[in-house]
């Protein structure tokens, strides 16, 4: 079908100097959040001044650099963080993948059906305002504390964007690139798959944009409240018995790992769009 239509064969053309451009606007990508990173480290600095912060609570990042590479214990602390953190990055994972495929999947019903958009939207609603440290409990008793409690909990954080964005981008195809699809022998499933999903493109990567921060929060919750796995719990036990250097590192651990894995969406939206000729591959 994407052969019949007019212009198929240009989008995925090679383009001159598209792979150039790509690498510009990778390193223009990377740039950007290593300012961003100098920026929050200067507003973290200026914070603790400010408002005067005890060095007992409040941590500079010099002493957080101290207790992660310069202590005598840093090289296990190091390797107790990096455990965690594989815990953490498995529980965003499995909500991120269970909460972007529950999102394509609504969405494209949605798009098909008013009936189902009335009946699901308001739900997903609902969902993402209710807060999670409420559902908690009853979801613990329904699926219990392991892998299906995370699913459910990051999935929440992630379906209202994910499903908001991609219903827009789906029902951005034009009437007169849908009638053309029809004219040509295809059905409704046809517009969507071969039309509604490519257009739909620059919407779904914003939505994993989105997703990737909100599976990792969901999993940090989920560790926190139900599974006493991960950062989420142990930044939790680390502030209960006072060992606020650990707090810190903790945090800055799993924030710059938020930042990385966002950047990585970006590099791969880049990329994708760049190759699909679509527009804003070279942002």
């Known amino acids: 079908m994407t052969a019949l239509l007019p212009g198929a064969d240009e989008a995925t053309a090679p383009v001159p100097g598209r792979t150039g451009s790509l690498l510009w606007t990778a390193l223009r990508q990377v740039a950007t959040t290593l300012l961003v990173v100098g920026i929050v480290v200067l507003l973290w600095i200026a914070a603790l001044r400010i408002w005067d912060v005890s060095p007992y609570v409040g941590k500079t990042p010099a002493e957080v650099w101290t207790t992660l590479f310069a202590d005598d214990d840093s090289a296990e602390l190091r390797a107790e963080i990096g455990a965690l953190l594989q815990q953490t990055l498995t529980d965003a994972a499995v909500g991120f993948a269970a909460g972007m495929l529950t999102a394509i999947v609504l969405a494209a019903l949605v798009v098909r059906s008013t009936v189902f958009e009335a009946a699901v939207m308001p739900v997903a609603l609902v969902l993402q305002t209710v807060p999670l440290i409420a559902l908690a409990p009853i979801l613990i008793l329904l699926v219990g504390r392991g892998y299906g409690v995370v699913a459910i909990m990051s999935a929440i954080v992630v379906l209202f964007p994910a499903l908001v964005n991609t219903v827009q981008g789906l ?6 690139l849908r009638d053309l699809v029809l004219v040509y022998g295809g059905s409704p499933s046809t517009v969507l798959l071969r039309v509604g999903f490519p257009s739909a493109l620059p919407a779904l990567f914003a939505s994993v944009r989105i ?6 929060t969901g999993a940090l919750l989920a560790e926190w409240l139900a599974t006493g796995k991960g950062i989420g719990y142990a930044v939790v036990s680390a502030a209960g018995r006072s060992q606020n250097a650990r707090v810190w590192a903790l945090v800055v651990v799993v924030s710059l790992t938020a930042l990385v ?6 590099l791969v939206e880049t990329a994708v769009l760049s190759r699909f000729g679509r527009p ?3 942002r």
């Open 211 to 216: 997703a990737v921060p909100g599976a990792l």
């Open 261 to 266: 894995l966002y950047l990585l969406a970006q």
């Open 280 to 282: 804003g591959s070279a």
């Open 171 to 176: 029902r951005s195809v034009t009437p007169q």
